[in-house]
């Protein structure tokens, strides 16, 4: 079994790496601004500069002149930025949903997979079991369980109950 663990994180690693590689320049430049925002040296430069600034323009600095007394300089740039960290962050955002959904595709996949192996397995298993005349063969659960499950089908009853509970507030009962 470590093989196997080892062998799936290591596709997966390779699979970041890859990725990493085929982003584009302007994406690795919005992820680096993006990452640069959401730290604490970030956040310390601006307690320095927004500090300074108003410090300055308040008088509370002597020497200095007052080159923006109503702040109006300030709060331009500070608009200007925060335009421009908002486009960065959605561009990065946008970038990862995209991931996320290839990941959550490649999920169902998966999981299509393994129920479609379980069934036939259960099926197998319960042919066998009625042949070796096992009384637990005979159970209509199991009858079931042994048919593929039809996506489209789970699909659409989510959405018909998730529209009913929207309607009238609890699930439908049986």
């Given at each position: ?16 790496a890859e990725e990493e590689r ?116 005979v159970d209509p659960e199991l ?32």
């Amino acid at each position: 079994m470590a093989r196997v663990v080892e062998r799936n994180v290591r596709a997966l690693l390779e699979r970041r790496a890859e990725e990493e590689r085929a982003k584009t320049r302007s994406e690795r430049i919005a992820d680096g601004f993006t990452r640069f925002a959401g730290s604490m040296p970030f956040v310390y430069m601006h307690l320095a500069i927004f500090g300074s600034w108003i410090l300055a323009n308040t008088g509370w600095i002597p020497g200095l002149p007052k080159f923006d007394p109503s702040f109006v300089i300030l709060a331009m740039v500070a608009s200007v930025e925060a335009i421009f960290i908002s486009t960065f962050v959605l561009i990065s955002q946008n970038r990862m949903a995209e991931l996320a959904d290839k990941r959550a595709d490649l999920d169902l996949q998966v999981s299509l997979l393994a129920e479609h192996e379980i069934t036939r397995t259960l099926a197998l298993v319960a042919a066998m079991a009625e042949k070796m005349g096992i009384e637990d063969a005979v159970d209509p659960e199991l009858d079931e369980l042994s048919r593929d499950v039809h996506p489209n089908r789970v699909m659409d009853s989510i959405e018909k109950n998730a529209q009913y509970f929207a309607r009238h507030g609890g699930p439908r009962l049986p």
